[in-house]
Every structure is written in structure tokens, then in C-alpha cells.
């Protein structure tokens, strides 16, 4: 199949492109995105050999840049003064990225690191000037890319080993704060090179349960009483985390706070939570009992979402239906808060019907049923 002539159909058909797959082996030639710069905003590709797709793109004007699982490096130069890349996720896949890769991408302001890269090179991402924060894995082992990165605002290193760094890598960053595990502030701080930065190094703050997760394998968590909150990506990627215990002290659950814990299989929110944030437990795909207390008021976008929730009950005390927060997309607005195929939604006998025709809730309907 030539890449090329299908897109040229595609664009003289005007078909609202918002992003492609493609498989493995699939070649794409370097003008094929120009043909329809104006209309694509997302690209993920399961191609191995990932160079020649990926030059493809600078043609066009990509905003959410997905690096596709698979992928194990990403080569110099290759989105250097990319001006129209506004988001990058990086998967565990890659194990490097090479020097000047992002130099210049001005409109970038977000970066999602996965656990597993151990290389940023020389100058990676020099001079993204919109970049406000970031968070740098505990796999890095070399950092030498962050220079003139002029809004950041804070950046975090959640090694407690400090990576090695490039003499230069932090200048020009606005002389943010430099967030450290606790117990690493003064390995950090006397460190090669780090000694530079030494006065802006400080331990991580906030929640201090939400600070000491550096090590992503633990498998129970027992949130101390008195804990008011859980911080924004808590557990984010604690894929063998089994048992939580969140104590009735708690009054929300943050943005991503369980994100992909994907050996939780059971999860008690207590009637003190009102507000449980976006993705919360987003794609926790062993999650099949999840008990909510009368407290909560608002579930957020796609807080619990499952592709496939068939073997997921929900037992919900709140005898007023949650607010189910949208998802909004190029495609339209979403409330699958819950996942597709829920198997049971047990709610107060009273609120049955209430919830059957709340707003966004309707989607569950046909399994909403009273406690037994």
C-alpha cells in the first residue's frame, strides 16, 4: 500500500484527520504529512525503525507527539526548532535520547518521562521556552539537556542517586527550585557539577506521603491518618502496588494519584473524599471492586476509564449522583469516567432512579441497581 496515495485521498475527500496508527514495517515518505498539515494533531506508529516516520512529521504541524511503545531511542536533531509541538510522551521503551533531539521546540510545554529512559543527552531539550515543569524519572542516569529552558518553574529528579550531569545542563533555567528525594538533598548538592546549582537543590514538598514514593515496586501503602490529600501522580506507574488504605482523614485524591497501579484490585474511598481528581485511577486494569463513600460530590475525566470494565462492580454510598467531569477531545466530549462495560453500579435503593437520569450518568443505566 503506497502511505502517500491514501493520504492524498484522504485530503482530497477533506476527511478531519486527528491522528493515525500505523504498524510495524510501514515506511512513510518525508512529504506524506504536508499534505495535510492544516488537519493532523496526533501521531502514534507501532514502527519499529522510527526515524524516517518521525521525519515525516516535521512536515507538518503535530501538536501531541506520541512516541510510540517499542521505540528504544530518539536520535539527534530530529525535532530540533520544531515550533508546533506542544505535548511529548516518552514510554519505558526508550532508553535514550540524543543530543539537540527537542532543541528549540518553543511550544512545547509539557513532557511525560516513563521510568526506563537512562539517557538525555547533551542540549536534548535546550531552549523550550514554554517548558514550565518537568519531572525527570529515577532510571536517568545521564542529564545534560534542560539549558535555557527559561519558564521552567520547578524541575524533579526522583533518583536517589544523583544522575550525571553535564556541566551546563540547569544554566539559563530561570533559577527555578531543583526538587530532590529528602534523603538525597546532600548527595545532590556536593555531587560532579550539581555543586553549581548546589543553593537551588531542596527536598521534594507537599505531601510527605506523596514525596517519598521514589521507589515505584512497592506493593502495600497504608496513608497515614491525618493525611488530608493525595497529591497529583501520587502512585503514578506503581504497577505493583496491591493494597491501599486511605484513612477518613482524606478530602481528595488528586490528578493521576493511581494512575496505571495496574496490580490494584480492589479500592476503598472513604466518605471523607469529596472530589476524586482526573485519570485518578485511570487504565488500573485489575481494578474490579471499587467501593465510593457518600462523600464524593465530583468523579473527574476519565478517572477510573478501562477499555473493557466487564468484570468491575462499583458500590457508591452518595445518595446525590457525583458530578461525572467530561473528557474533551477533537472528537467530541466523553463521560466513560467509569470504563465501557461496567459490569454493576450498586447505589442507595433511594437514589436508583436519580441516578439512571442524572446528567452523563444515563451512559451506566441499564447497570445501575440498588445495594444488595
Given at each position: 500500500?503506497s502511505?502517500n496515495?491514501?493520504?492524498q485521498?484522504l485530503?482530497?475527500?477533506?476527511?478531519?484527520i486527528?491522528?493515525a496508527?500505523?504498524d510495524?514495517g510501514?515506511?512513510?515518505?518525508?512529504?506524506?504529512?504536508?499534505?495535510?498539515?492544516?488537519r493532523?494533531?496526533?501521531?502514534?506508529?507501532?514502527?519499529?525503525?522510527?526515524?524516517n516516520f518521525l521525519?515525516?512529521?516535521?512536515?507538518?504541524s503535530i501538536?501531541?507527539?506520541?512516541?510510540?511503545d517499542?521505540?528504544?531511542?530518539i536520535?539527534?536533531?530530529l525535532?530540533?526548532?520544531?515550533?508546533?509541538i506542544e505535548?511529548?510522551?516518552v514510554?519505558?521503551?526508550?532508553?535514550?535520547i540524543?543530543?539537540?533531539a527537542?532543541?528549540?521546540?518553543?511550544?512545547?510545554?509539557?513532557?511525560?518521562?516513563?521510568?526506563?529512559?537512562t539517557?538525555i543527552g547533551?542540549?536534548?531539550?535546550r531552549n523550550c521556552?514554554?517548558?514550565?515543569?518537568?519531572?525527570i524519572?529515577e532510571?536517568v542516569?545521564?542529564?545534560d539537556?534542560?539549558?535555557?529552558?527559561s519558564?521552567?518553574?520547578?524541575?524533579?529528579?526522583?533518583?536517589?542517586?544523583p544522575?550525571?550531569?553535564?556541566?551546563y545542563?540547569?544554566?539559563?533555567?530561570?533559577?527555578c527550585?531543583?526538587?530532590?528525594?529528602?534523603?538525597?538533598v546532600?548527595?545532590?548538592?556536593t555531587?560532579?557539577?550539581?555543586?553549581r546549582?548546589?543553593?537551588?537543590?531542596?527536598?521534594?514538598v507537599?505531601?510527605?506521603?506523596?514525596n517519598?514514593i521514589?521507589?515505584?515496586?512497592?506493593?502495600?501503602?497504608?496513608?497515614?491518618?491525618?493525611?488530608?490529600?493525595?497529591?497529583d501522580e501520587a502512585f503514578?506507574n506503581?504497577?505493583?502496588?496491591?493494597?491501599v488504605?486511605?484513612?477518613?482523614?482524606?478530602?481528595?485524591?488528586?490528578?493521576?494519584?493511581?494512575y496505571q497501579?495496574?496490580?490494584?484490585?480492589a479500592?476503598?474511598i472513604?466518605d471523607?473524599?469529596t472530589?476524586?481528581g482526573?485519570?485518578?485511577?485511570?487504565?488500573?486494569?485489575s481494578?474490579?471492586?471499587?467501593?465510593?463513600?457518600?462523600?464524593?460530590?465530583?468523579?473527574?475525566?476519565?478517572?477510573f476509564?478501562i477499555g473493557?470494565a466487564?468484570n468491575?462492580?462499583?458500590?457508591?454510598?452518595?445518595?446525590?449522583?457525583?458530578?461525572l467531569?467530561?473528557y474533551?477531545?477533537?472528537?467530541?466530549?466523553?463521560?466513560y469516567?467509569?470504563?465501557?462495560?461496567v459490569?454493576?453500579i450498586y447505589?442507595?435503593a433511594?437514589?436508583?432512579?436519580?441516578?439512571?437520569?442524572?446528567?452523563n450518568w444515563?451512559y451506566?443505566?441499564?447497570?445501575?441497581?440498588?445495594?444488595?
Amino acid at each position: 500500500m503506497s502511505i502517500n496515495t491514501e493520504l492524498q485521498k484522504l485530503k482530497d475527500t477533506k476527511a478531519g484527520i486527528r491522528s493515525a496508527i500505523l504498524d510495524r514495517g510501514v515506511k512513510v515518505g518525508n512529504e506524506a504529512y504536508s499534505l495535510y498539515p492544516d488537519r493532523i494533531r496526533a501521531i502514534t506508529t507501532t514502527a519499529g525503525t522510527y526515524d524516517n516516520f518521525l521525519k515525516g512529521l516535521l512536515e507538518g504541524s503535530i501538536t501531541d507527539l506520541v512516541i510510540p511503545d517499542g521505540t528504544t531511542r530518539i536520535r539527534s536533531n530530529l525535532f530540533m526548532n520544531n515550533t508546533t509541538i506542544e505535548t511529548l510522551y516518552v514510554p519505558s521503551s526508550v532508553d535514550r535520547i540524543d543530543m539537540m533531539a527537542f532543541w528549540g521546540c518553543t511550544s512545547l510545554t509539557s513532557v511525560e518521562f516513563e521510568e526506563g529512559i537512562t539517557v538525555i543527552g547533551s542540549d536534548a531539550f535546550r531552549n523550550c521556552t514554554s517548558l514550565t515543569s518537568v519531572a525527570i524519572p529515577e532510571s536517568v542516569e545521564v542529564f545534560d539537556g534542560f539549558n535555557g529552558c527559561s519558564s521552567l518553574t520547578e524541575i524533579t529528579f526522583l533518583s536517589l542517586t544523583p544522575p550525571e550531569l553535564g556541566q551546563y545542563s540547569l544554566d539559563g533555567t530561570n533559577n527555578c527550585p531543583i526538587y530532590v528525594p529528602k534523603n538525597s538533598v546532600n548527595a545532590y548538592k556536593t555531587a560532579r557539577y550539581w555543586t553549581r546549582y548546589a543553593s537551588r537543590i531542596q527536598a521534594i514538598v507537599g505531601n510527605e506521603l506523596f514525596n517519598s514514593i521514589v521507589d515505584r515496586s512497592v506493593t502495600e501503602i497504608d496513608i497515614p491518618t491525618g493525611t488530608t490529600s493525595i497529591g497529583d501522580e501520587a502512585f503514578i506507574n506503581c504497577s505493583s502496588l496491591t493494597d491501599v488504605t486511605i484513612p477518613n482523614t482524606v478530602t481528595s485524591i488528586g490528578y493521576a494519584a493511581f494512575y496505571q497501579c495496574t496490580s490494584l484490585t480492589a479500592i476503598d474511598i472513604p466518605d471523607s473524599v469529596t472530589s476524586i481528581g482526573d485519570y485518578a485511577f485511570h487504565y488500573c486494569t485489575s481494578l474490579n471492586d471499587v467501593t465510593i463513600g457518600s462523600g464524593v460530590t465530583s468523579i473527574g475525566a476519565l478517572a477510573f476509564y478501562i477499555g473493557n470494565a466487564q468484570n468491575r462492580t462499583y458500590t457508591i454510598y452518595a445518595t446525590t449522583p457525583p458530578t461525572l467531569l467530561p473528557y474533551d477531545s477533537d472528537g467530541g466530549t466523553y463521560y466513560y469516567n467509569l470504563g465501557h462495560d461496567v459490569a454493576a453500579i450498586y447505589v442507595p435503593a433511594a437514589s436508583v432512579e436519580a441516578y439512571k437520569t442524572a446528567a452523563n450518568w444515563t451512559y451506566y443505566a441499564s447497570v445501575i441497581q440498588a445495594i444488595p
